[in-house]
């Protein structure tokens, strides 16, 4: 039964993503993991793991699908968002069928860490604990909004999990077989995401309770069996224990990168990371100076970089994240930060998990109170991962999205199979600790009375079909869960980004403009990687974040035109951009040049639909211009608008001639950032107001008048 539930479990997550764009990340970790396996290369997305990209990057490079060209600018700086953008959506490649396919590879690590849940449940609760823990958890929103994407959230929590069941395993039995499988399933979350650190002081608290536990030690070599009784041998036999482990872990990290320092095929060539070693090891990131907690580890890097100690593309990523970790453009409940805030993360978890999952972990609780907490025996390394990742969780300073709290479900859904205790001692009991120090099977403790506990557990059944009733209702927009208590057309105001809106609603676009034909022209400004072409979406582009990625949104654009084709190349430049004036040919190093300018009518904003993402809405993408607006955004504007006005009014010469009088590159950085901040004030004046309508919680859509966009922009 648990097979055949995990099995429809993978289909039905699937199924819920088959109409889902790619996420914001998806397509860099996509590239990424082709790459390593096509090129042997490793300087795309390293902060990200290797394992979960090799699994998204396998099925896409064994498939028929053209990878973007080695040599490219996107490819010698190490640009994984341009280069996952190209190999979906610019070379002809069937962008949905690749998704489908990564999706698949990644969504069987969700399947695994199912039946990890289910069998350690079954252990300590017995076979209706296990399938209670298996029913909240493939049931979850949170699991299936997370689980099949290409991302390393759901590898994390896979390996988290696994990594504290067997080093729990170690410290009671030592065997070859127990470290050989300890060491590559923590080897495999080191490479899953490098926030794997925190397995340390799980294992560390987990040590200090076995040593104090006072029961022999277990240790077998083949034929040969010892028991070690004093405190201080049991220590020294952990200790060399943990040690073969992390020699185990060292060794999976360089098999991922096969056993290779550089990162680079070709490391003599001109290649780089997209950003360099010295800014990675002494920056902290915009206006946050370097501070004493992040010099050590940055120090430790370094020493390691120097030594060739580790893969360079994973020393790297380590620094990245180290950097990362301490500031970032966050949003909660109306206020944004770089810091964050300590209960960002409990907030998220209280209104992103189904009311029924409190009330089953209630049950869970009683019952160990009415057992005087036997029921929870053997329970320990649970409660101290839970212990530890809430406390990192809790101090960190990357408040960006809830599925960051994916790796504490599957303990927290373990523990709620302790409430098959109120099924009855017949098809419940209470967990034993086996010698070995895995979870025995539920052992009987004896009978309770069954009119006493059936209303309790005719309650725990009513629980779990509400839970199953409102995952069905939900269907397929799980990663725009909230469950009540924030109500989900008011999720926007709450929480965005990955915890609502991560850029995978955009094939809703198209049919919510096919349905409104008099509701044109429609703007839309889009969170997210995917191509608003791939999926017919005819919106004149808005600002969005990541805008370089998307299909024609530069104002101001310069093609490259060969010498012997320009006589041809120009007239058929004009036909196939019709929404942009040719201002001119030019010529440089590179040979010639065409500069093709937006009309005006295409750079104004006029009266229509306006599409904008949650997170677009709230202004949390960028460091130039984030939160509320301010004098100092005001002014910048005005400046903004007072540099562009010749380029975007005026007659056809007079703008060709305005042109020619500036520096092409310095006129299209300014016409960005005109767009950038007239969309943070158009954002700011629409979240005054209610949204016309929604598309699945996420896009919100406003029809605004002349008069709207005067207040709005004047």
Request: proline share 6%; charged share 15%.
């Amino acid at each position: 039964m648990a097979a055949l539930i995990l099995l429809l479990f993978w289909a039905f997550m699937l199924s819920s993503l088959r109409n889902k764009s790619l996420t914001f990340d998806e397509g860099a970790y996509a590239a990424a993991g082709a790459s390593y396996w096509r090129l042997g290369d490793y300087r795309l997305n390293p902060e990200a793991g290797a394992l979960p990209q090799r699994v998204a990057g396998l099925p896409l490079a064994l498939g028929p699908f053209k990878f973007p060209p080695p040599g490219t600018n996107h490819w010698r700086d190490s640009i994984a968002p341009s280069l996952g953008y190209d190999y979906f959506y610019s070379l002809g490649n069937d962008a949905g069928r690749m998704a489908a396919r990564g999706r698949a590879a990644c969504g069987a690590m969700a399947v695994l860490l199912g039946a990890l849940v289910w069998a350690w449940s079954r252990r300590l609760f017995g076979a209706a604990g296990g399938m209670i823990s298996l029913l909240l958890y493939v049931l979850s929103p949170t699991v299936l909004a997370n689980g099949a994407l290409m991302t390393s959230d759901m590898a994390a929590a896979l390996f988290f999990a696994a990594a504290t069941w067997a080093w729990w395993a170690v410290l009671h039995r030592v065997s070859p077989g127990r470290l050989l499988v300890g060491g590559l399933l923590t080897g495999g979350l080191f490479v899953s995401k490098l926030s794997a650190i925190l397995i340390v002081p799980v294992v560390a608290v987990l040590l200090v309770a076995r040593l104090l536990e006072g029961r022999p030690l277990s240790v077998a070599f083949g034929r040969r069996h010892w028991e070690i009784v004093p405190r201080a041998r049991q220590a020294l036999a952990l200790a060399l224990a943990g040690l073969a482990q992390v020699a185990v872990v060292v060794v999976v990290i360089w098999g991922f990168y096969g056993f290779r320092y550089s990162a680079f095929a070709h490391p003599a060539a001109q290649n780089h990371f997209q950003f360099s070693w010295e800014y990675v090891l002494k920056e902290a990131g915009p206006g946050v100076p370097p501070g004493p907690p992040a010099e050590l580890p940055l120090r430790a890097v370094d020493f390691m970089r120097r030594h060739e100690l580790l893969p360079e593309a994973w020393l790297y990523g380590l620094g990245i994240i180290l950097n990362r970790t301490r500031f970032g453009v966050a949003f909660w409940n109306g206020s944004t930060s770089t810091t964050g805030w300590p209960g960002f993360f409990p907030y998220t978890f209280l209104v992103k998990t189904p009311l029924a999952v409190f009330a089953v972990l209630v049950l869970a609780l009683a019952a160990g109170v009415a057992s005087r907490r036997k029921v929870f025996h053997g329970t320990l390394p649970l409660w101290v991962f839970l212990a530890v990742y809430w406390l990192a969780a809790i101090n960190s300073h990357l408040d960006i999205g809830h599925r960051y709290l994916l790796p504490v479900y599957a303990p927290v859904f373990i523990l709620c199979g302790a409430s098959a205790y109120w099924f009855g001692a017949r098809s419940s009991g209470i967990a034993s600790q086996s010698s070995a120090g895995v979870p025995a099977r539920g052992l009987n403790d004896g009978r309770r009375d069954a009119c006493a506990t059936f209303p309790v557990a005719s309650l725990l059944c009513t629980l779990l079909a509400l839970h199953a009733a409102e995952s069905l209702w939900r269907y397929p927009n799980y990663l725009a869960y909230f469950n009540g208590i924030v109500r989900p057309k008011e999720a926007y105001r709450h929480l965005v980004d990955s915890s609502l809106d991560w850029g995978q609603d955009l094939p809703a676009v198209k049919p919510y403009i096919d349905a409104h034909p008099g509701g044109g022209p429609f703007y839309l400004s889009y969170f997210g990687l995917a191509s608003p072409g791939y999926y017919g979406v005819t919106a004149r582009p808005l600002y969005s974040f990541g805008a370089r990625y998307l299909d024609g949104f530069e104002d101001l654009r310069v093609v490259n035109v060969p010498e012997s084709e320009v006589s041809e190349e120009l007239p058929r430049l004009e036909l196939a951009q019709p929404s942009y004036d040719l201002m001119g040919l030019g010529r440089g190093a590179g040979g010639a040049f065409a500069v093709l300018l937006k009309k005006p009518g295409e750079l104004h904003l006029g009266a229509g639909t306006y599409l904008i993402s949650a997170t677009m809405l709230q202004s949390v993408c960028d460091w130039a211009v984030h939160g509320a607006w301010n004098e100092r955004y005001e002014a910048t504007y005005r400046q903004l608008e007072k540099e562009v006005q010749p380029l975007i009014d005026g007659d056809y010469e007079a703008r060709r001639d305005e042109l020619r009088q500036r520096d092409i590159a310095a006129s299209q950085l300014r016409l960005y950032q005109f767009e950038q901040y007239r969309l943070a004030r158009l954002a700011a004046y629409l979240r005054l107001r209610t949204p016309d309508d929604t598309l699945n919680d996420t896009i919100l859509v406003y029809r605004l008048t002349d008069a709207d966009l005067v207040r709005a922009l004047e």
